[in-house]
């Protein structure tokens, strides 16, 4: 485990993933573990709120790049920009230069040596929409699907919580890297920096906001000149009989419904990275990944860049948002989603992650996610919706993907959600 300091720039190395887990408190400015590192933020040196805007993020990845090198011509550290991205383009991001910033390789079996913590009690529970508005709302979609130029929308459904004692952030991390090695979990403190980031500096009726998942998604990563993007796009729910689950990964393999969602979302990626990269490989069929509830198809894109200038963020709003989680024409989906989701999306469905100063980085799609306040929760999922796609199914799905973190709080019964 390495540690950055700032103004220090001396990399210092500790024990493992785990110990920076042991470390993370809910005023922890940022927690990030990914299949190749874990890292845990600290304090606040600055603060950027850009939006992504209109011009797919050019503004919002100059400011980045301009505060970044600003830091590290004055000699403070490894300087890095982390937090996250709403799924509004309109609503500004949430990201900050820290303080300080420990490094780590993965977390995944590091976490299982973290002792199991004590069970939460539900209070309250409310489901926006409520199920059968949200299968009415599938059958919309598709009808606007078979009048218009409209190729998918991903439609989304809400769990508000309110449990009996507060979350226990770093439980939850320990249960979600636990259920997925593979993906990406992350807990970005979306507070007031202003209000002050460390328990003594906090009021004493303040609370930190949090958003915390574990993301199967990788949107973009950048290392060099080196670019990958692997995105998600049609599932099926697990069984717990091996036979059955074998056979539900294979007829999702054979599937034309999610073969058409998969390729739209593949292909909208392909050609919003190809204008930055000298190459690009795009895999001609799905491959099958699985959490521990869902089968996906997933396609691995990998591609070389035309020059260093590009950076992580700056291609990662290129693509966003994805017809993974909005759907295609972009702007279409985007007005459909406004008149069939009876909500906010937030930061569901934006983006998770850092860029250093190289332009390196990785981002997340943030979904399996809740925004945590105290003993309040909310709890996201979505479904990408397609000609075919039936209510009740896509319904199913989204309990399914709800279970994510349902299962991670750690609840003493499960809830009825569907």
Request: proline residues 7%; neutral net charge.
């Amino acid at each position: 485990m390495n540690s950055f300091s700032m103004p220090a720039a001396v990399a210092h190395p500790l024990s493992n993933a785990g110990q920076i887990l042991k470390q993370y408190t809910p005023e922890s400015a940022f927690f990030f573990a990914s299949p190749t590192r874990t890292l845990l933020a600290q304090g606040v040196h600055d603060m950027i709120l850009e939006t992504i805007g209109t011009d797919r993020g050019e503004r919002l990845s100059d400011r980045i790049t301009r505060v970044l090198a600003a830091q590290g011509r004055a000699g403070h550290g490894v300087p890095m920009a982390v937090g996250a991205v709403p799924f509004n383009s309109t609503s500004p991001a949430h990201l900050i230069v820290p303080k300080t910033i420990q490094s780590a390789g993965p977390l995944s079996s590091a976490a299982d040596a973290l002792r199991p913590q004590p069970q939460a009690s539900l209070q309250t529970l409310r489901k926006v929409p409520e199920p059968r508005d949200y299968v009415r709302g599938v059958e919309l979609a598709v009808g606007l699907m078979r009048n218009e130029a409209l190729s998918k929308v991903v439609l989304s459904r809400m769990l508000e919580m309110t449990l009996r004692e507060a979350v226990d952030l770093r439980a939850v991390l320990q249960r979600l890297s636990q259920q997925n090695r593979s993906g990406y979990t992350f807990a970005a403190n979306l507070s007031d920096p202003m209000a002050g980031l460390s328990g003594s500096e906090r009021g004493p009726s303040s609370r930190p906001r949090t958003l915390i998942g574990a993301s199967p998604e990788l949107l973009l990563s950048r290392s060099g000149l080196r670019v990958v993007a692997n995105p998600l796009a049609g599932s099926a729910i697990r069984s717990p009989d091996p036979d059955e689950d074998r056979r539900r990964a294979i007829a999702l393999l054979a599937s034309e419904k999610d073969r058409h969602e998969h390729a739209i979302v593949v292909d909208a990626v392909a050609a919003a990275l190809r204008p930055f990269c000298r190459h690009l490989s795009v895999p001609e069929e799905p491959s099958l990944t699985q959490t521990a509830n869902l089968w996906h198809l997933s396609s691995r894109l990998t591609g070389e860049l035309r020059d260093l200038s590009i950076s992580s963020m700056r291609l990662a709003a290129a693509l966003h948002p994805t017809p993974a989680v909005c759907g295609y024409p972009t702007e279409r989906a985007r007005a459909a989603i406004e008149a069939l989701e009876p909500f906010d999306r937030g930061f569901f469905t934006g983006l998770v992650g850092w860029c250093d100063a190289a332009g390196d980085g990785e981002w997340a799609v943030v979904i399996r996610c809740a925004d945590v306040a105290g003993r309040a929760l909310r709890l996201y999922a979505g479904a990408g919706i397609v000609v075919g796609s039936e209510g009740q199914r896509e319904l199913d799905e989204t309990s399914a993907k709800l279970r994510t973190m349902l299962n991670a709080l750690g609840l003493d019964q499960a809830p009825e959600i569907g």
